[in-house]
């Protein structure tokens, strides 16, 4: 399967997840969501491309609205999985930085987090001809996103106390 078909196999698939997954009160906002997904996909199989490993503009617009209703609207899915969509033509898969954390639990929550999504990224799992597995897959990369940006916040306020400024971040290594 060529790197486009395969992005457009992941960003179909990523806009039923977002029908079955995203949350928000007015429903026609999920379906503008997916809409504009579905709207990359449709745009990277009729717009010729003018350079190999780029997306066809009508793509590149359409996931650039996808991508700023997730960041300004909270629909409880990432913008980073839109990245996890786009990979195979791109090159470019997003990342979870490991947060710095002091405290040593806080630490050990963002290395299994981190574990967790390398595990699905690099088992092939968003390569998977079986539709469920990637369904599955594009689900649970939501979801550790999703509890890594919670935890990015509790960090963030655990790093910030008086006891703890100044500290290195912990050291699972010990």
């Given at each position: 399967m060529s790197a486009y078909l395969a992005t457009v196999r992941r960003l179909n698939h990523l806009a039923a997840v977002v029908r079955g997954r995203a949350y928000h009160p007015q429903r026609y906002m999920?379906?503008?969501l997916a809409g504009?997904?579905?709207?990359a996909a449709i745009g990277i199989q009729t717009f010729p491309v003018?350079?190999?490993?780029q997306l066809p503009q009508g793509a590149t617009d359409a996931?650039?609205?996808a991508?700023?209703?997730?960041?300004q609207n909270d629909f409880m899915i990432p913008a980073a999985i839109i990245g996890y969509a786009t990979a195979p033509v791109t090159g470019v898969m997003p990342k979870m930085e490991p947060l710095q954390a002091v405290s040593i639990q806080l630490a050990r929550q963002d290395a299994d987090l981190r574990a967790r999504r390398i595990a699905i990224v690099e088992h092939g799992h968003l390569n998977s001809r079986?539709?469920?597995?990637?369904?599955?897959?594009l689900t649970g990369l939501i979801a550790l996103h999703r509890k890594h940006e919670r935890l990015a916040a509790a960090v963030a306020v655990d790093n910030d106390r008086p006891c703890?400024?100044?500290?290195?971040?912990?050291d699972l290594a010990r």
């Open positions: 999920i379906e503008t504009a997904i579905e709207d003018d350079e190999p490993g996931l650039r609205e991508t700023d209703l997730l960041t079986d539709e469920e597995v990637l369904n599955a897959a703890n400024q100044g500290k290195a971040p912990a």
